[in-house]
């Protein structure tokens, strides 16, 4: 396995089970990838990328015993708070129906809409949650193979009304823009839905296909399967990994950390093993690569290896990494306008900074030219609000996720303009908490380019490709490439690249390791 990522972690853990002898070999020295704790002052941990749970897979929680590992997830209630200029911060509920009295508040006629069109979009997450820990539908398939791929495909919409393939394809390919605008008459309502569903990806909001955010997010997660759950992990991000990686250690897995790898040895058209930078050599019959498509192919595999048309589509995929992450030690709670009063510690953990559909817009339309927007969308975590041992007595750990920003700026580079990123940051923060920027007292802006040197991300794509519908299913990584292997034998793609794509959900590590396993049972039978 090269590479300790969630997915790589949850591969392995597969693997080893299913009686393997595996390998996992991390070029960083904490393990993790994407879902780590990192200190970032003396005694302070954050969540240095990823920040909140909310897809991880209750089928990996379960099969992975993560519990008894030490994972603890608490669910993040509220979810989401938006705090208005001069007015109330609304937050939105784990519970409907509190969520629904929140709305009414700003406008009945938009309660209304929103639990008519909840309804239509938890039905509608339904069909397409199952394909979450299966293969994308196999468009290639021939012969009895196709037949029996439209069968299952078939099945899992079965039931699915010609009014609900209309609304689909809304959600797939429309813009979230556009539909919040046709449908709810609040510019708060409407903000509400944007901050929670535009999250990482290229677009601003009335681009084609942001949307799908709103049917993503309904697909369940947490260890009791709800849909729409966000969970704060207490320890940090670090701690599922920690569990995982303790996970495939008790399946029998060898994981190692500071070991990156230079190479994956292909010859004849076959995976022979990998070869570490530092020289040594490890044979092996089966490699998954937990990188991103772009390094692993281009990379580490290289051009010379792989079928040029495969090249040319894996040099096409949009990376391009339009976020950046912002993380601090502060001396005191931020004070943040329009907070109810009656808010315990936890119900103060988060808030995000958007001011309306046109504000993310035109932020992302300076992003798009290379520019560093005049204002940034912000979304804030207090995690010590929830874990008070992520630091010392008195101090408080806040992450800030920033979009939109561009990983190609258009004059100069990402070493002069760090500083001006984090001052906009807390430009931004200031404007609905003004006591943050007296009470940093450390602060770590990570670029899109810092995230690409740190966790290894090209271009410092959070997901290892944008996820857009045309970089989805079947053509995750790429068409023709969508199951996890790939055009050289015994070599597979397992994170993020892969279907069903980003986020801390394990499902395309369970996925690729399932692949696996069956590809070898299939050989041995043969045998
Ligand atoms: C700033 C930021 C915020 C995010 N926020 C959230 C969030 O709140 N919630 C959420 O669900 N998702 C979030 N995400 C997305 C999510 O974290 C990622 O999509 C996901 O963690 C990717 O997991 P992965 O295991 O597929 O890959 P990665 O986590 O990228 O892991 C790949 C691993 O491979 C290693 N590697 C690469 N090359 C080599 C090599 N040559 N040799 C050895 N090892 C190698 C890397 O070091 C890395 O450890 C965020 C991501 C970032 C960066």
């Known amino acids: 396995m090269v590479g300790a990522g969630h997915n790589g972690l949850t591969a392995a853990a597969y693997l080893a089970r299913g009686g393997m002898r595996t390998l996992v070999l991390e070029r960083r020295d904490v393990l993790g990838g994407c879902c780590v704790t990192e200190e970032i002052a003396p005694g302070s941990r954050a969540s240095t990328a990823s920040y909140v749970a909310s897809m991880l897979r209750p089928e990996v929680i379960r099969d992975l015993q993560l519990r008894a590992h030490g994972l603890r997830m608490v669910p993040c209630s509220p979810s989401l708070l938006v705090p208005f200029r001069g007015g109330a911060a609304v937050p939105w509920w784990p519970e409907r129906a509190r969520t629904v009295a929140e709305l009414r508040r700003l406008s009945p006629a938009d ?4 639990v008519r069109v909840d309804d239509q979009l938890r039905r509608l997450a339904r069909y397409l949650q199952p394909f ?3 293969p994308p539908p196999d468009v290639h398939a021939q012969g009895l193979a196709g ?11 079965r039931g699915i009304s010609g009014d609900e393939i209309a609304q689909m394809a809304v959600f797939l390919t429309g813009s979230l823009g556009d539909f919040l605008d046709r449908h709810y008459e609040s510019e708060a309502v409407k903000t509400l839905f944007l901050a929670n569903n535009v999250y990482g990806k290229h677009g601003g909001p009335y681009q084609p296909g942001s949307a799908l955010g709103l049917l993503f997010h309904l697909l369940s997660g947490g260890e009791h399967e709800e849909q729409g759950f966000y969970g704060h992990v207490l320890g940090g991000m670090g701690a599922i990994t920690q569990a995982m990686a303790a996970a495939a250690r008790g399946f029998g897995a060898e994981v190692v950390a500071g070991a990156p790898v230079a190479r994956i040895d292909v010859r004849g058209g076959r995976v022979r093993g990998v070869i570490l930078e530092d020289g040594r ?3 092996a019959a089966t490699v998954l690569s937990n990188a991103d498509p772009r390094r692993t192919f281009l990379g580490l595999v290289g051009e010379a290896a792989l079928p040029s048309e495969f090249v040319r589509a894996v040099r096409g995929i ?10 601090m030690v502060l001396g005191e709670e931020p004070r943040v306008g329009g907070m109810p009063a009656s808010f315990t510690p936890s119900e103060r953990s988060l808030f995000t900074l958007v001011d309306s559909l046109d504000f993310a817009e035109r932020c992302y339309d300076q992003a798009k030219r290379g520019l560093l927007p005049d204002e940034l969308w912000v979304d804030c975590v207090i995690a010590t609000n929830v ?7 008195g101090k408080h750990v806040m992450t800030c996720f920033v979009q939109y920003v561009p990983y190609r700026l258009r004059e100069g580079t990402w070493d002069e303009q760090r500083a001006e990123l984090g001052r906009r940051v807390l430009e931004k923060i200031a404007e609905h908490a003004p006591n943050v920027p007296g009470a940093v007292e450390a602060m ?20 290892h490709g944008d996820l857009s519908l045309d970089q989805l299913f079947f053509m995750r990584p790429v068409a023709g490439w969508a199951r996890y292997r790939t055009p050289v034998e015994g070599l597979y793609l397992c994170g993020a690249g892969a279907h069903p794509g980003g986020g801390v959900t394990g499902a395309p590590g369970h996925n690729a390791a399932r692949q696996v396993l069956r590809d070898r049972g299939r050989r041995s039978g043969a045998a």
């Open 111 to 114: 309660a209304d809409t929103f």
């Open 132 to 134: 979450f820990l299966e």
């Open 147 to 157: 037949v029996l791929e439209a069968v299952r495909v078939g099945r899992r919409f």
């Open 281 to 283: 050599e490890i044979e």
């Open 318 to 327: 949009k990376m391009d990494g339009p976020c950046a992450k912002v993380n």
């Open 387 to 393: 874990d008070p041992s992520l630091a010392p007595p």
């Open 444 to 463: 770590e802006v990570l670029t899109p380019l810092d995230l690409e040197r740190r966790f290894g991300l090209t271009e410092g794509n959070i997901f």
